[in-house]
Nanobody, 124 residues
Framework: QVQLVESGGGLVQAGGSLRLSCAAS????????MGWFRQAPGKEREFVAA????????SYVDSVKGRFTISRENAKSTVYLRMNRLKPEDTAAYYC?????????????????WGQGTQVTVSS
């Protein structure tokens, strides 16, 4: 069993930056693939970024490429999402997720564990 707790969300002006953190408890974090998803009001949850178990492979949705960076510290059982040049359309609740498959995946159903989410609001 893995529990995930996100933090780092908040209100920021367009063009600003935030770093989200997702702390995991439980064993075997270092073997899990990790992902970030987001859900804006009235919209379906969408994939944002993912990272493999060893950090060697990452994947991003096109809308955040070049602005967001996913990373992980297995020694701290934590995954991060650095968000730069934020836009109002990035406003959403952000969720981290863990998959027992250590590889990168964009498919929600592959993820086994989910956090409760952290809100990011970008003002124009």
């Amino acid at each position: 069993q893995v529990q995930l707790v996100e933090s780092g969300g908040g209100l920021v002006q367009a063009g600003g930056s935030l770093r989200l953190s997702c702390a995991a408890s439980g064993r075997s974090f270092s073997s899990y693939g990790m992902g970030w998803f987001r859900q804006a009001p009235g919209k379906e949850r969408e994939f944002v970024a993912a990272i493999s178990w060893d950090g060697s492979t990452t994947s991003y949705v096109d809308s955040v490429k070049g602005r967001f960076t996913i990373s992980r510290e297995n020694a701290k059982s934590t995954v991060y999402l650095r968000m730069n040049r934020l836009k109002p359309e990035d406003t959403a609740a952000y969720y981290c997720a863990a998959t027992k498959y250590g590889t990168v995946t964009r498919v929600e159903s592959i993820y086994d564990y989910w956090g409760q989410g952290t809100q990011v609001t970008v003002s124009s």
